[in-house]
């Protein structure tokens, strides 16, 4: 009976050395917010991830350029030592398309409602390529900034319409008073070399947003020769948090693509 006991012991050590090891090898998921949200819109996906097992991490998206969001994203992903989902959401698109470059560690592109933009393409550039946005209507007056810029806001009464239509007036309402200003050079930034287009990567958005075009969108999943598309009827631009569960099993598809 003893060694009976010993072997089912050291069987079972065996099991879960495999599993742990199973799931260290599991890639890294690194979220990008976007404009006028931040790292709490992805509350609702990390939940689904981590009892999937992923580690994840939110990042604070600086909003301010870029460039210089794309690297200091892109300083995150460099201190990973593990391969690396990297995931972004409307104008976080475009820092991840940035902070990818030169990191070999990035396995997987996932672009959440996001902006996919070429080389020398703005966010600003794509969200006027087709009819349908309304995003400007609904900005507060810019804020000036002590450096010659301006920050932007979206309006807290038209916040739920134009941003998040498809969640409760409540949380919609929490959202608008918790949104970070993007500046309004960032939105107009031309942006470097395209990560996807040596990267494989995974779209997915609404067909009820309001702040980027759908046409857009599928455009951009088109050229960069999505590897898949979701399209989810009625949903807002915060398609992360109306619809967690489509998002976090398309970016689980791309952590386990090969």
Same mark, same amino acid.
């Given at each position: 009976? +003893? ?18 090891? *199973?799931?260290?090898? @599991? ?5 990008? #917010? ?10 609702? !996906?990390?939940?689904? /991830? ?7 991490? =939110? ?20 201190? /990973? +030592? ?6 972004? #959401? ?7 398309? %940035?902070? =990818? ?24 550039? /794509? *969200? ?8 400007? $209507?609904?900005?507060? $007056? ?26 409760? &007036? &409540? ?5 608008? =008073? ?15 070399? =395209? ?34 598309? @979701? ?6 631009? !915060?398609?992360? !948090?109306? #619809? *967690? %569960? ?5 970016? %689980? ?6």
């Amino acid at each position: 009976m +003893k060694k009976l006991f010993i072997g089912l012991a050291m069987a079972a050590t065996m099991v879960a050395g495999t599993n742990a090891f *199973a799931q260290a090898q @599991k890639p890294c998921i690194v979220l990008v #917010h976007g404009a006028f949200a931040d790292a709490s819109s992805w509350s609702g !996906v990390i939940n689904i /991830l981590r009892k999937d097992g992923y580690v994840v991490i =939110a990042a604070a998206n600086p909003l301010r350029g870029v460039k210089s969001d794309g690297q200091y994203v892109g300083s995150l992903v460099g201190s /990973l +030592k593990e391969p690396v989902v990297l995931v972004g #959401h409307s104008y976080g698109g475009s820092v991840i398309t %940035e902070a =990818a470059n030169d990191h070999p560690n990035i396995k997987a592109l996932v672009y959440v409602s996001a902006f996919v933009p070429a080389t020398g393409e703005s966010a600003a550039d /794509l *969200a006027g390529k087709f009819p349908g946005g309304t995003l400007g $209507p609904s900005l507060a $007056p810019p804020v000036a900034l002590s450096d010659g810029g301006k920050d932007l806001y979206i309006l807290q009464d038209k916040f739920h319409a134009q941003f998040a239509a498809d969640v409760t &007036a &409540a949380q919609a309402a929490l959202m608008a =008073a918790t949104q970070r200003p993007i500046t309004e050079a960032a939105l107009n930034e031309k942006s470097g070399k =395209a990560a996807w287009q040596t990267l494989p990567s995974w779209h997915i958005y609404g067909s009820a947003d309001k702040n980027i075009p759908p046409e857009a969108m599928a455009f951009m999943a088109k050229r960069a020769n999505a590897k898949d598309v @979701k399209v989810v009827k009625g949903a807002s631009h !915060v398609v992360m !948090v109306s #619809h *967690a %569960e489509e998002v976090a099993r398309l970016i %689980e598809e791309a952590a386990a693509a090969k």
